[in-house]
């Protein structure tokens, strides 16, 4: 007999909406492998061929003394209203969104045969907008008040004006919570949240196992 599938649940919310944070606290109460859309577009970002066709819409501005991509001189070309930037912001999105398309779907089937967790969470920021949803089998919906999120956010050292330019870059978050399956509040007490999200994962998948603090 064959083995169960694992669950997939995407996580998705504004910028600062806390995706990561929620994503390793569940799993204290479940089984959980994490794939991280930030680190595999790293990964990407390292592969020649994609480096190449950055290099040719881009040029050399984008790349470091060692031929790496500097991801700060990429955001400057491409976040923002103007058409330019939305343009570039294109451009950049046909080269490495089906890359980590095929990076995503590599991993999950590695995950699926060597079934070492109870549930499988993608956190990739443009889950939606990249067209990875249909991989998951549940999409949760982190609500953030933009205060709280724009606080967050600068204790990366970002400014006011890259918060709004890359969230414009997105879609809106009232479309974004439209296309999810639940609602979860991520602006207070973070295992407070990622409780209620287990006691929800709990009656959607029940085989699983999911289990929440008493």
């Known amino acids: 007999m064959s083995a169960a599938r694992i669950p997939v649940i995407g996580i998705i919310g504004g910028i600062g909406s806390g995706k990561t944070a929620i994503a390793n606290a569940v799993s204290e109460f ?47 070309l491409v976040f923002g209203t103007e058409p330019a930037k939305q343009a570039a912001r294109q451009q950049l ?5 089906p890359e980590i398309r095929n990076f995503i779907e ?41 205060h709280l999120r724009l ?18 870059s997105q879609l809106p978050l009232k479309e974004k919570e439209q296309r999810a399956d639940i609602t979860i509040n991520n602006g207070g007490d973070l295992q407070t949240a990622a409780s209620k999200l287990s006691e929800w994962l709990h009656v959607r998948f029940p085989s699983q196992r999911v289990e929440a603090h008493t």
């Open 30 to 76: 479940v089984s959980v492998c994490r794939l991280d859309g930030d680190v595999i577009g790293h990964e990407v970002l390292r592969q020649e061929s994609v480096r190449e066709a950055l290099r040719n819409h881009f040029g050399d501005v984008i790349f470091d003394n060692s031929g790496e991509v500097v991801r700060s001189k990429v955001a400057d």
């Open 151 to 168: 606080q967050r956010v600068k204790q990366r050292d970002w400014t006011e004006e890259q918060f709004h330019e890359r969230e414009a």
């Open 93 to 97: 999105e046909s080269v490495v969104h």
């Open 106 to 146: 590599n991993q999950l089937k590695e995950i699926q045969d060597q079934q070492f967790c109870k549930l499988i969470i993608i956190d990739a920021a443009l889950l939606l907008e990249a067209g990875w949803s249909p991989v998951c089998d549940a999409i949760v919906f982190l609500d953030v008040p933009e």
